[in-house]
T-cell receptor, first 111, second 116 residues
């Protein structure tokens, strides 16, 4: 069966510090991978998606970036965090047109 | 323009009763998919049910059913015999387009509280 991991689970970072969140998927190959952000009490905002190694599509221009160095690894990064980057970050995967399956998420608080 | 609309920010239901969560969508694409997810307080997103735009019958998964009214562009989630454990946020989502399209759009969610 497929499993999706995210770490860290919780992160508190000062404004201006860098960020690296990691997502890995097990039990499947060539998945589509997604990064979402959820502000407190809000819906999900798609940040990036990737259909293959090195292929990244950005949905919202901001100070975040994503990379896919391996087939089942998706990384969300920032060089300098802003207060507005606080939120709940969810990684998801799917194959083709089917439903997405989500990881456990990372709660990020920028102070 | 908002493509997924959930008009109920919060609602209550009595245990063992059926509850309907509303979702309307907007698309001009003939091929699309509609999804419902449950998000408990832990934050994980749990897939509940899927309806394809060409599916002739409403989707059902256990106590969950999707009331798909294509002409009205609505995809309401019906939970039969609600349980206390159904208390959570519920999100409606849509994937537009056929093969080669990978983007999903989410509504703002409905917070359901089931009362004993």
């Amino acid at each position: 069966s497929q499993t999706i991991h995210q770490w860290p689970a919780t992160l508190v970072q000062p404004v201006g510090s860098p960020l690296s969140l990691e997502c890995t998927v097990e039990g499947t190959s060539n998945p589509n991978l997604y990064w979402y952000r959820q502000a407190a009490g809000r819906g999900l905002q798609l940040l990036f998606y990737s259909v293959g190694i090195g292929q990244i599509s950005s949905e919202v221009p901001q100070n975040l970036s994503a990379s896919r160095p391996q087939d089942r690894q998706f990384i969300l990064s920032s060089k300098k965090l802003l207060l507005s980057d606080s939120g709940f970050y969810l990684c998801a995967w799917n194959r083709g047109r089917e439903t997405q399956y989500f990881g456990p998420g990372t709660r990020l608080l920028v102070l | 323009a908002q493509k997924i609309t959930q008009t109920q920010p919060g609602m209550f239901a009595q245990e063992k009763e059926a509850v309907t969560l509303d979702c309307t969508y907007d698309t001009s694409d003939p091929s699309y998919g509609l999804f419902w997810y449950k998000q408990p307080s832990s934050g994980e997103m749990i897939f509940l049910i899927y309806q394809g735009s060409y599916d002739q019958q409403n989707a059902t998964e256990g106590r969950y059913s999707l009331n798909f009214q294509k002409a009205r562009k609505s995809a309401n989630l019906v939970i039969s015999a609600s349980q206390l454990g159904d208390s959570a946020m519920y999100f409606c989502a849509m994937r537009e387009g056929g093969s080669g399209t990978y983007k999903y759009i989410f509504g703002t969610g409905t917070r359901l509280k089931v009362l004993a």
